[in-house]
């Protein structure tokens, strides 16, 4: 009997040593690679590490933190205000606009439906950045960009789309819902074709309205289907970089706009002005703010399926 | 009667409004297009049309010879293919044990990933220059193919793992009954198995290191280390103006391998994606 518990005990540790062995180099991998830069970085953030004191820099415990959390005008506060802002007016219009154009694509009789399906994930299928790069030179260039030579054969003046913060804001929310509508016209096109056609029939026996029908029905049924996709679709809106990088801030091509959502205020500050403390406990921050979202993220989806 | 034509009135009406849309969404690429195959570039003239008067590929023949686009070409790939293969040899393995196999301190792993997963690699970007440098690894390829790997690894974890759940496990308790050993169910049977999302995750880390610029900008220096997306990004950067025809005809070189990707792939994207628990 003994023997045998040994023998099973044994068993158990070869295995959970062989499959620490087949884990091992890609946990080895993360450890070194991901996990051991995030730790760096969190002791970077306690000091005053920055171009001038890039090797004999001091410790200035909280202070970095301080000024980002207290300091109203070291600007990450603002940033921060503007990335939750920037997060839900795009997640609205992302919502509203799939919502309809799915909705119409499922319109019984419209035969082309595949072919307009096609033409509107292109968007998806193209390199992000080069996209940007495009949107930036061919259509917002204020001298030879399409939007104001159209324009100028109006007889109107030329406009600064990326100049101000306001214009900045409204042409980097065009081109992320450009981005980004393709992947959650997908979602929700999807989502409507797996839905019981049957409830629609009794609705429209009683004579439920379309308003009432999608109030009542449509939204209800597919919210949990959508839910995981929507969930992603706001980290990534919330960790955009790309967008607001490339059209306004790029090194030697600033436009003027003084946009920042917390991810180009941290790389501004790191590789910029090269206040690496400073940015460092900005990224600390940020990556504490998201872990606090994964976990109300997960518990909200929980309260959902219960 | 009426509510026949009212209803084909509106059919029209949607029609008309998805070509509408559908032109609109393309215009940026169309434009791109056409500027990059115009040969007088009248930029600045009044009388813009759409499609070109007088053809040319002389934009595309710059790209090749004058830029040194084939060298970041083979940049890129070289860099790719050694992320790739890297991040799937460590990375196919390692989601299969933590798909099957219960050992101590699985699901703590598990759920470290899900909160390294938020991270964005680019809030790290300060320690890891500063890590590197004293290895001497920046301005290297091996130093991008450390930041990729690592950067991948923890997504080529999840979107496999996500799928080998989705096997049953039935199939390989059989073929152990019959005798088979690890090694031999690993490579006969669940290989083949995982080829969907194998071939998305490996798609996926290909389509990163093609697309990614901001590491490349930062930590090469010189154009000839630069790879395609830091390539492009230098094009544009540099003569605003005078190069934007070559940049358009560059831009859509760039794309279009994974644009083909792209289609190609579709039905699988979507599958091989959405079965995984974590995703871009």
Redo the contacts between chains.
């Keep these: 009997m003994t023997n045998n518990g040994t023998n099973k005990e044994n068993c158990k540790r070869k295995d959970a040593l062989i499959s620490y062995l087949w884990a091992g180099p890609s946990l080895i991998l993360i450890a070194l690679i991901v996990v051991f830069p995030i730790l760096y970085t969190a002791y970077i953030s306690f000091t005053n590490m920055n171009v001038y004191h890039w090797n004999n820099y001091e410790f200035v415990g909280l202070h970095n933190y301080v000024n980002a959390l207290l300091v109203f005008d070291s600007g990450f506060l603002s940033a921060l205000l503007m990335t939750i802002f920037w997060t839900l007016v795009n997640m609205v219009l992302q919502l509203v606009i799939a919502f309809v154009l799915a909705s119409l694509l499922n319109i019984k009789k419209l035969r082309l439906r595949n072919v307009y399906k096609t033409l509107l994930i292109f968007p998806w299928a193209m390199p992000g950045y080069v996209s940007i790069l495009l949107w930036k030179t061919g259509m917002f260039n204020s001298q030879f960009g399409l939007l104001n030579q159209f324009l100028a054969k109006l007889g109107k003046e030329p406009v600064r789309w990326l100049g101000t913060n306001t214009m900045a804001f409204i042409s980097c929310t065009v081109v992320n819902l450009w981005l980004a509508l393709p992947f959650m016209i997908t979602i929700i096109d999807g989502a409507l074709q797996s839905l019981d056609k049957s409830y629609y029939e009794n609705a429209l026996l009683e004579g439920a309205t379309w308003t009432q029908r999608t109030r009542y029905i449509t939204v209800p049924m597919i919210k949990p289907i959508i839910a995981p996709s929507v969930v992603i679709t706001i980290f990534t809106t919330f960790k955009q970089f790309d967008v607001i990088y490339l059209l306004t801030q790029q090194v030697g091509s600033k436009t003027g706009s003084s946009l920042h959502t917390i991810l180009t205020y941290a790389y501004e500050n790191a590789f910029i002005t090269n206040n690496y403390g400073y940015s460092s406990a900005v990224s600390i921050i940020i990556f504490a703010l998201l872990i606090l979202f994964t976990i109300l993220g997960e518990r909200g989806g929980k309260g959902e399926k219960a | 009667m009426r509510g026949k034509k009212k ?1 084909k009135l509106l ?1 029209l009406l ?2 008309l ?2 070509i509408v ?2 032109f609109g ?5 169309l ?2 297009l056409s ?1 990059s195959l115009n040969e007088n570039n009248s ?2 003239s ?1 009388e ?1 049309s759409f499609i070109p008067r007088k053809m040319t590929l002389e934009n595309y023949r710059a790209v090749f010879f004058d830029e040194p686009i084939l060298l970041w070409l083979k940049n890129s790939v070289i860099l790719a293919v050694i992320t790739l293969g ?1 991040s799937m ?3 196919i ?6 798909s099957r ?1 219960q ?2 301190g ?1 699901k703590a ?1 598990l759920r470290g ?4 997963y ?11 220059y ?2 590197l440098t004293p290895m001497g690894l920046i301005n290297t390829k091996a130093g991008l193919v ?2 990729y ?3 991948m ?2 997504f ?2 999840w979107n496999m793992k996500g799928y080998f759940d989705t096997i049953p496990v039935e199939i390989e308790e059989a073929a152990k009954v019959d005798g088979a050993s ?1 090694m031999q169910i690993v490579t006969r049977i669940v290989l083949p198995l995982a080829k969907p999302t194998i071939a998305v995750t490996a798609m996926m880390i290909l ?1 990163y290191v ?2 990614e ?2 590491f490349a900008i ?1 930590f090469m220096m010189g154009s000839d280390t630069y790879t395609l ?1 830091a390539g ?2 230098s094009l ?2 540099t003569e ?2 005078g190069s ?1 025809p070559v ?2 005809a560059a ?1 859509l070189v ?2 279009l391998p ?2 083909i990707i ?2 190609a792939l ?1 039905k699988n994207m ?1 599958t091989g994606l ?1 079965s995984g628990g ?3």
């Design positions: 209803e059919l949607v029609n409004l998805f849309i559908c969404v393309l215009v940026p690429v434009y791109a500027v930029l600045l009044s813009f890297i040899s460590c990375g393995p390692a989601a299969y044990v933590f196999r050992f101590p699985r792993i990933l899900v909160l390294l938020a991270f964005p690699s680019l809030l790290s970007m300060t320690a890891l500063k890590l450390i930041v790997t690592g950067t690894a923890v080529a974890l690890p389509i093609w697309n610029y901001i930062n997306a492009l990004n544009q950067a605003m103006s934007w940049f358009s831009s760039v794309s994974i644009l792209f289609f579709q979507t959405t974590v995703k871009g």
